[in-house]
């Protein structure tokens, strides 16, 4: 039986299409994927993400855990920051990526990826068995939204005074709900941590203000725009995450769980990088890639981009591929052309705007 999340009637009202994703019914789109990312990029969207985990971390050691746990450095954030950061296996590959909240020494909230949440729980849970913390998931108790694209700020001032002052990768809290300026479209935004009845009224007068409902289709096309890794196409407990262009996130001067396993794999030998292939024929994880009938190396992730008007993918290739190489991706029995980039086609983060 698949879940649903709390919106799921909502969803139903206004025509969204489902499909089944990390054991969630989920709504793909709502008018077209295309639709829906083109208006991310330009105007602003929402993204029901209630699926995703939410794991708060209490306790007089509730920092030291978390160093421990997770590979960046907990104790370089501030109350009121948001860190990307990587839960390892004993043998260096990924459990999850995941995002961490400071709200003060003592207090944590993870968002974790749906998939992975009750591995990570349960990770967590055994770890925890030699620190003073108290862990308490509380994914069912909040809802999660997703207000994405250029005018988001002025959406979400109107309800949250004030979070438009806020930095890329920083929250605020009003009353039980959070609100950080993070996502995962390559574009300004924020998610809101919202409890259930307060989220689905706020989720009701978005939707009643012309702001676009958008799935989880176009989502998948914004973070490959974006150049983001998936949990299961960039990354699994098997890959290493270095490869994935990760490693600024991975902090060796401190002790984590799996650091040992991650550092006898050596040097990455493949790295996540970007391609632009020739025509509409679409790449999908698995398709082999090509330079002069030598195999080099696979795609992770492909999509047709509606903001780029092009065909692009993500693809694992040896450390020493050049940029604006040629290579050929294998694509139902058939080599299409494609051109190595950088795996960031679009970025308009608050980081990386220009001024």
Not at 142 to 166: D, T
Not at 184 to 210: A, C
Not at 229 to 238: A, C, I, Q, R, V
Request: with cysteine; proline share 5%; charged share 30%.
């Amino acid at each position: 039986m698949l879940e649903r999340t709390p919106l799921y009637k909502l969803h139903r009202e206004v025509g969204a299409k489902f499909v089944p994703f990390a054991g969630w019914e989920m709504p793909v789109q709502f008018s077209s994927i295309l639709e829906e990312a083109k208006e991310v990029r330009k105007g602003v969207g929402v993204f029901d993400v209630s699926h995703m985990g939410r794991i708060f971390v209490e306790g007089p050691q509730a920092e030291e855990f978390l160093e421990y746990l997770t590979t960046n450095s907990v104790k370089r954030l501030k109350p009121g920051e948001v860190q990307y950061s990587l839960i390892l296996n004993e043998r260096g590959g990924t459990k999850d990526d995941i995002t961490v909240y400071k709200f003060d020494e003592n207090r944590f909230m993870l968002c974790v990826n749906a998939a992975n949440r009750q591995k990570v729980l349960e990770h967590m849970e055994n770890l925890a068995k030699d620190y003073d913390v108290k862990i308490e998931d509380r994914s069912r108790e909040l809802v999660q939204l997703a207000v994405q694209g250029p005018r988001a700020v002025e959406v979400v001032e109107k309800y949250f005074p004030g979070a438009g002052e806020l930095k890329f990768y920083t929250f605020k809290t009003y009353g039980d709900t959070v609100v950080s300026r993070t996502g995962y479209t390559g574009e300004d935004g924020f998610e809101v941590y919202i409890p259930v009845e307060e989220g689905i009224k706020l989720y009701k007068d978005l939707l009643e203000e012309g702001v676009k409902p958008c799935g989880l289709g176009a989502r998948d096309v914004l973070r490959i725009e974006a150049g983001y890794p998936l949990y299961g196409h960039e990354l699994s407990e098997e890959l290493d995450p270095r490869e994935a262009n990760l490693k600024r996130f991975i902090d060796l001067q401190k002790d984590f769980y799996g650091k040992e396993g991650l550092l006898s794999r050596g040097e990455p030998k493949r790295k996540l990088l970007g391609l632009v292939l020739e025509g509409r024929r679409i790449a999908r994880q698995g398709d082999k890639v090509f330079i002069e009938n030598t195999p080099v190396g696979e795609v992770s992730s492909g999509t047709f981009s509606p903001n780029l008007g092009k065909s692009i993918a993500l693809a694992f290739l040896p450390v020493d591929t050049q940029k604006e190489t040629t290579v050929e991706v294998e694509i139902r029995g058939k080599r299409v052309k494609a051109e190595v980039v950088s795996p960031r086609f679009i970025d308009n983060t608050p980081r990386r705007r220009k001024k």
